[in-house]
C-alpha cells in the first residue's frame, strides 16, 4: 500500500460529473513513510508538500485543466524537518514579493524559508497578491453552527496589512442557575427531609460562591489579555 507521503492526490470540488470520491490526478512523490504536511495558497493555486521527517519542499501548481497538477520545483536543505507552519498572505512582505513563508521546526530552533519571485519593478504586483482572506471572521461561531455559509472577508495588500488596533471581544456569560428545574408544588417535609434540604441548600451557596470567585477572576484576566493585546498592536503602528 502506498505511504501517505508516497503519494498525492487532487480531488475534484466541483462540477455536474465532479465528485469528492475519485481523484483527478495522482502524483507519484517517493518511497518515504513520512507524515504528508500539504499547505494550498488559493491567491496563487500552488500547493506546497512537505514531509515530516523529510528536508524538501516540493510545490505544485493546481489548474482547471488537465493534468491538473504541474511539478514547478523543490527546495531542499540539510536537515530534515520536524514540523512546518505555513505563514497567512498577509503576513508576508509584499515589498519583496515574497509568496510564501514557511516555519521549519528543528530539534532546538525554528527556520523561516522564504519564497520570493524576482522582479524588477518596486511597484504593487497586482498578479501575485490579489485580495486575500482577512482576519475577520465572515459569520460568528452561532450563525456557522446553525448552518449559515459566507465567502471570507478579502482584504487588500496594496498598502501592507495593518491589523485592527481594537477588535471586539464576545464573552457570553450564562447563569448556572438559569438550568435549575421549574419550581413544582410543594409537599410536607419531615425533619429529616428539612435537615437534608438545608445542608443542600448550603452546599449550593458554598458551589455559587465558588463560581462568582472563579468568574470574577476569569474576568481580571481577560481584561489584563486586552490590555496587553492593546499594547502589542500599538507597538507595531
Given amino acids: 500500500m502506498p505511504s501517505p507521503w508516497g503519494w498525492f492526490a487532487v480531488t475534484a470540488c466541483g462540477g455536474a460529473g465532479n465528485n469528492f470520491e475519485e481523484p483527478v490526478a495522482l502524483q507519484e512523490m517517493d518511497t518515504s513513510n513520512g507524515v504528508l504536511l500539504p499547505f494550498y495558497d488559493p491567491d496563487s493555486s500552488i500547493v506546497y508538500l512537505c514531509g515530516k521527517g523529510d528536508s524538501s519542499i516540493r510545490y505544485f501548481e493546481i489548474t482547471d485543466e488537465p493534468p491538473f497538477v504541474h511539478y514547478l520545483n523543490t527546495f531542499s536543505s540539510k536537515e530534515p524537518q520536524r514540523g512546518m507552519g505555513f505563514m497567512p498572505k498577509r503576513g508576508l512582505d509584499v515589498s519583496k514579493c515574497e ?139
Fill in 99 to 237: 509568496i510564501a513563508r514557511f516555519y521549519k521546526l528543528h530539534e532546538r530552533k525554528c527556520e523561516p524559508i522564504i519564497m520570493t519571485v524576482p522582479r524588477k519593478s518596486d511597484l504593487f504586483q497586482d498578479d501575485l497578491y490579489p485580495d486575500t482572506p482577512g482576519p475577520e471572521p465572515a459569520l460568528e461561531a452561532d450563525e456557522w453552527l446553525s448552518g449559515q455559509d459566507a465567502e471570507p472577508v478579502l482584504i487588500s495588500l496594496r498598502d501592507g496589512y495593518v491589523p485592527p488596533k481594537h477588535r471586539e471581544l464576545r464573552v457570553t456569560k450564562r447563569n448556572i442557575l438559569d438550568a435549575r428545574p421549574p419550581s413544582g408544588p410543594r409537599r410536607s417535609q419531615s425533619a429529616s427531609d428539612a435537615s437534608l434540604s438545608q445542608h443542600t441548600l448550603e452546599t449550593l451557596l458554598e458551589e455559587v460562591k465558588a463560581l462568582r470567585e472563579r468568574v470574577q477572576a476569569q474576568e481580571q484576566r481577560i481584561m489584563a489579555l486586552e490590555n496587553m493585546l492593546c499594547e502589542l498592536v500599538d507597538g507595531t503602528d
